[in-house]
């Protein structure tokens, strides 16, 4: 897989100025205040994103495109918009054919590679954001029909945050299976958070009574454990719980992650170029000096416009409703550095060496 190259970083803001500018529109004045009070209300509930994407979630291995930054570029980016972490959630095997990896397997040494480059990061001390090392692993049946996460224990214990999430899974819309795969993966020691924990069993209209039935009665014994083993309910973005999930996550007590799942940013804009064909040839190792080209000015406009008001909308829709349902921010995991540190150095009894050093540098502060 070709690298890309490095992406100039132009401040969001003062491209919109510059485009207001140019369009020939008048600078709003009010522009500066609303954007103060709309920051403050978000900085109380969410200070960075836990489930992020790097070009390391692009694995030649798989074939797979999932992301088209650096850890760097993404790093920047998330400083400049006014975050003070991230947590780079890299993608494990195919999420579309997972596969149950070796210690030796080269993608569980990239994740391993991949934890070692955050943590040299963060010595380096040139952002003042700071990282985490992370894994989006697979949930799965294996070959005996066990419920396992596709990331051996031994790799996942050199990680900072163990992000687990359904993808293709057999009978992936049965209660049953549902039940099996979700409390197996509660209880594997090693893992954090449950991503996007309903992305695959949103609701049918063709299904009976009984069946919701026992779907809901899944999920009251999922989120008891949960909160019996301190792991976190991810409220993704990109896929947001049910409304009836949320209410029961509201009220069972358990802890959130708010997150992004920001694999190229390109989900959060109403416009733009779009590039799946040269995606996935780069993806693949097959692009061309054109496909490069063009996937460089994407990644630019991309980095150079901002979030988008979408997602800002879509953020502030969750937190009112987080707030109506009587949670506060210290449920949120990733309202700050130091909760999320708190939570996985001595909720969750995680030792690792970015995470000794993260301790001491925000205890020096």
């Known amino acids: 897989m070709r690298e890309l190259p490095s992406v100039p970083y132009i401040d969001p803001q003062e491209e919109a ?3 207001r500018e140019q369009a020939g529109l008048p600078q709003r004045e ?3 205040g609303e954007q103060r009070e709309l920051t403050q209300y978000i900085d109380k509930w969410w200070q960075g994103d836990a489930h992020s994407h790097s070009t390391r979630s692009t694995r030649e291995e798989t074939g797979q495109y999932e992301g088209l930054y650096r850890p760097q570029e993404i790093m920047e980016y998330y400083q400049r918009i006014g975050l003070r972490f991230v947590a780079f959630a890299e993608h494990a095997s195919d999420t579309h054919h997972p596969k149950q990896l070796s210690v030796e397997d080269s993608i569980s040494q990239s994740l391993v590679s991949g934890a070692e480059e955050i943590e040299g990061i963060n010595r380096e001390g040139n952002f003042d954001i700071i ?9 799965m049946f294996d070959d005996d029909g066990k419920a396992i996460v596709d990331v051996p224990d031994e790799i996942l214990a050199k990680l900072d945050l163990v992000v687990a999430s359904r993808h293709a899974i057999a009978n992936e819309k049965e209660p049953s299976a549902i039940r099996e795969s979700l409390l197996a993966t509660v209880r594997n020691g090693y893992v954090d958070v449950i991503g996007h924990p309903d992305r695959y069993t949103r609701k049918d209209k063709e299904k009976s009574p ?8 899944v999920w009251q014994e999922i989120l008891a454990e949960m ?11 990109n ?3 049910s409304r009836k999930l949320l209410e029961m996550a509201a009220n069972s007590g358990v ?6 799942d920001a694999h190229d940013f390109n989900q959060y804009k109403s416009s733009g170029t779009e590039v799946s064909g040269e995606k996935k040839k780069w993806a693949a190792g097959d692009a061309s000096d054109a496909d490069i080209d063009i996937l460089n000015q994407y990644r630019i406009e991309r980095m150079t416009s901002g979030p988008g008001v979408r997602i800002i909308v879509r953020l502030i829709k969750v937190l009112k409703k987080l707030e109506s349902l009587g949670v506060t921010p210290d449920r949120v995991i990733n309202s700050s550095p130091e909760n999320l540190l708190n939570f996985l150095t001595t909720v969750r009894g995680k030792t690792t060496s970015n995470l000794e050093f993260l301790k001491e540098k925000l205890g020096s502060k």
Do not use: M, T
């Open 239 to 241: 896929c947001q719980p």
């Open 30 to 32: 009010d522009e500066a």
């Open 227 to 237: 909160v019996a083993q301190n792991k976190a309910f991810e409220i993704n973005l």
């Open 255 to 260: 802890r959130f992650s708010l997150d992004l």
């Open 131 to 139: 990282a985490f090392s992370s894994v989006e692993a697979n949930i």
């Open 210 to 217: 009984e069946y919701w039935e026992e779907y809901w009665g």
């Open 17 to 19: 100025h510059k485009k």
